[in-house]
């Protein structure tokens, strides 16, 4: 079955960077888009970047534009976010979701917190 | 960007009674493009819908969903005990795949 497991989260200083990583098994892991969502605590969800199967192509929402990275090692199934400029609004849940369109299956989440 | 306004904001109802949850885009959108989720607290959401109609693997049928153009809807049957959580829509044409603000589906 498909299982999707964030890791990197934490607590950062504004300004600060991190980087999330999503190992994937149980499916083709190739051969799917991959994409980063966001939920602020209490608040709702927000889609934060997406990356084609080959890593083609990569978008953002423009809160993260020039700020964060989207990449993947399909050889080692694996999803990143590298996270840099940290602001106090970047504070969520992040979660990693399999599916070029909508999202068949979803990570855990990984606790992100920006705060001095 | 389109934006997708739900309502209500949050719906109390008892068990095996039924939950009609809208989902309005601020431009027409192709039914391909809408997807609902459901989220319970402490969970990461589970895809229901995709493509306004289709049930996803393992979404038992009381959960269906219709609509076009702007105007979606999600209709529970028959409302059990698991099925009180929030319920978002979102839409998945092209970047940003935005989400509704979601409903709250609680007991009554």
């Known amino acids: 079955q498909v299982q999707l497991v964030e890791s990197g989260g934490g607590v950062v200083q504004p300004g600060g960077s991190l980087r999330l990583s999503c190992a994937a098994s149980g499916f083709t892991f190739s051969s799917y888009g991959m994409h980063w969502v966001r939920q602020a605590p209490g608040k709702g969800l927000e889609w934060v970047a997406f990356i084609r199967y080959d890593g083609g192509n990569k978008d953002y929402v423009d809160s993260v534009k020039g700020r964060f990275t989207i990449s993947r090692d399909n050889s080692k199934k694996m999803l990143f976010l590298q996270m840099t400029s940290l602001r106090a609004e970047d504070t969520a849940v992040y979660y990693c979701?399999?599916?070029?369109?909508?999202?068949?299956?979803w990570g855990q989440g990984m606790l992100v917190t920006v705060s001095s | 960007e389109i934006v997708l306004t739900q309502s209500p904001g949050t719906l109390s109802l008892s068990p095996g009674e039924r939950a009609t949850l809208s989902c309005r885009a601020s431009?027409?959108?192709?039914?391909?493009?809408l997807a609902w989720y459901q989220q319970k607290p402490g969970q990461a959401p589970r895809l229901l819908i995709y493509?306004?109609?289709s049930r996803a693997t393992g979404i038992p049928d009381r959960f269906s969903g219709s609509g076009s153009g702007t105007d979606f809807t999600l209709t529970i049957d028959r409302l059990e005990s698991e099925d009180f959580a929030v319920y978002y829509c979102q839409h998945y044409g092209g970047s940003p795949f935005t989400f509704g603000p979601g409903t709250k589906v609680d007991i009554k």
């Open positions: 979701a399999k599916g070029s369109h909508y999202f068949h299956s």
């Open positions: 431009q027409t959108i192709s039914v391909s493009n």
């Open positions: 493509a306004a109609s």
